[in-house]
């Protein structure tokens, strides 16, 4: 109650050299409901003002020591204090040039012998205009904050769309890829066990045939040397069992590039999250292997925990994944290319008993809820960039390799269209760890047990 009366109370601060005058206004003042401060000399109300900001002050112009326009100076020159609007008073009979006031920054004159109703009228009147300021101001910072709120706002919306056409191309192009090669993929690998049969039924013929008839007529011995019957027979089977293992590799891509587009999918749709990740994986497989040689391969270690079936759109989870094990293999590249570089100078960050890592780690955390841990022992992120990870456009990355978008999509995504989370943490020289939360239901609607409650 009484700090709420001593916010609604004003203060005035009145500074004068003149006790009388002190005294006059002081009463004035204070039977009208103002608190009053007062100084005694230019100095003393420069002093005070280092503490306690008054409404208004009433500032005498003719003062020992420095005088009353140097007060002002000195006022209107901290950002503190120049708002606080300054009334100089002088005595009619001083000659003070008035303007010279004005410059400085004072909103007003009153004369001295002080006539009461004059005074206080016009500080109501500077108080009121200095709330009207004030509010105004207060008005126009929030009108300016809701309108950056909605341009990023807007931002945003348009880098999902920008994002969500693309991912929907590419999904269709995967899609059709995967169908066309479907087909003819379907009948090698289909051909491929009769084709076995029949080569095992020739080569069992040949047997029979050498068995039986143990002096072969000479073109048909010459014809056996240069075919080099005996190496054939050892080779073919080989062969074919490599064709098979080729064949069953085709098929699993174009099943993991089905099962990373998943266009079919308009609604949340219970998934196995572990299929996603594999086939996320096996799409970045290249990136995993394929480096300069003398240079490791990254190492993938998963640690799935058993989950159950996840609500979820896939194909945006997908991209998530993609999103994130990307970034780390950016990483991991980047700090493999520094290895390479200070290979003479430094011991290296990696080993052949501390390769470039990606470990992945499932697990339920709850009934109704799992975590998708994602960690590599990359260069990890400074402190300072952490905030910012998620910030669309935020990239470390050269221009034409990093969009910056990764995260920041990632992120919408799980936290806006899954109720789940994105979290980063991150050790410079260590690594970098990103989390996924996940619920397993997306809707209490979707939920089994819903219906009974
Ligand atoms: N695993 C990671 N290790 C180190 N830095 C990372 C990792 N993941 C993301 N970052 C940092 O976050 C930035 C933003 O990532 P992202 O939004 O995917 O955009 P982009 O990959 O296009 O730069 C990257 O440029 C990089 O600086
Ligand atoms: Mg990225």
């Known amino acids: 109650m009484d700090t709420q009366l001593q916010e609604q109370q004003q203060t005035i601060l009145v500074v004068d050299d003149n006790p009388t005058n002190i005294e006059v206004l002081f009463d004035v003042l204070d039977a009208c409901g103002y608190r009053v ?45 120049r708002d606080i609007p300054v009334i100089f008073m002088t005595a009619l009979s001083d000659t ?17 012998p002080i006539q009461h109703e004059e005074v206080l009228a ?56 995967a169908h066309e090669i479907n087909n003819p993929i379907n009948f090698i690998y289909g051909n491929l066990r009769p084709a076995e049969e029949y080569i095992e039924d020739l080569l069992g013929f040949v047997d029979c045939y050498q068995t039986h008839i143990l002096e072969a007529p000479a073109p048909i011995q010459a014809r056996m040397e240069e075919i080099d019957l005996p190496f054939l027979r050892k080779d073919l089977p080989q062969l074919i069992r490599s064709m098979k293992l080729g064949a069953d590799r085709i098929r699993q ?39 300069d040689s003398g240079s490791l391969p990254i190492t993938v270690i998963k ?6 079936p996840i609500e979820c759109y896939p194909s945006q989870i997908n991209q998530v994944f993609m999103n994130i094990l990307a970034n780390a293999i950016d990483a991991l590249e980047e700090q493999l290319q520094l290895d390479q570089q200070t290979k003479q100078s430094q011991s290296p960050h990696y080993s052949a008993e501390h390769p470039p890592t990606i470990h992945i780690q499932t697990l339920q955390q709850a ?38 978008l990764g995260l920041s999509i990632s992120y919408q995504l ?40």
């Open 37 to 81: 401060a007062i100084a005694k000399s230019g100095e003393v109300a420069l002093k005070r003002l280092q503490s306690s900001v008054p409404d208004l002050i009433l500032l005498d112009v003719m003062m020992p020591g420095i005088d009353g326009f140097e007060t002002c100076r000195q006022i209107k020159a901290s950002e503190d204090l």
């Open 96 to 112: 003070v040039d008035k303007v010279k006031g004005l410059k400085l920054g004072a909103v007003d004159y009153i004369t001295k």
């Open 122 to 177: 016009r500080i109501n009147v500077h108080l009121q205009l200095r709330h009207l300021n004030q509010t105004l101001e207060t008005q126009v910072a929030q009108r300016t904050a809701e309108l950056t709120a909605s341009v990023t706002q807007l931002k945003e919306a348009q880098i999902q769309l920008v994002q969500g056409e693309k991912m929907a191309s590419l999904g269709q192009l995967v899609a059709g890829i």
């Open 253 to 291: 891509i174009v099943l993991s590039l089905r099962n990373f587009s998943r266009l079919d999918e308009k609604e949340f749709k219970p998934v196995d999250i572990h299929e996603g990740l594999d086939s996320t994986l096996l799409i970045l497989q290249y990136r995993l292997k394929r480096r």
């Open 303 to 308: 640690d799935y925990g058993v989950l159950p």
């Open 367 to 404: 009934a109704d809820r799992i975590t998708i841990h994602i960690s590599d022992n990359g260069p990890g992120i400074p402190e300072a960039l952490q905030a910012k990870l998620f910030d669309a456009f935020f990239t470390t990355k050269p221009p034409g390799k990093g969009t910056g």
């Open 414 to 453: 799980l936290v806006e269209k899954h109720h789940g989370m994105l979290s980063c943490h991150s050790k410079p020289g260590q690594g970098t760890q990103f989390v996924i939360e996940l619920p397993v239901h997306q809707s209490v609607a979707s939920h089994p047990l819903a219906a009974i409650s």
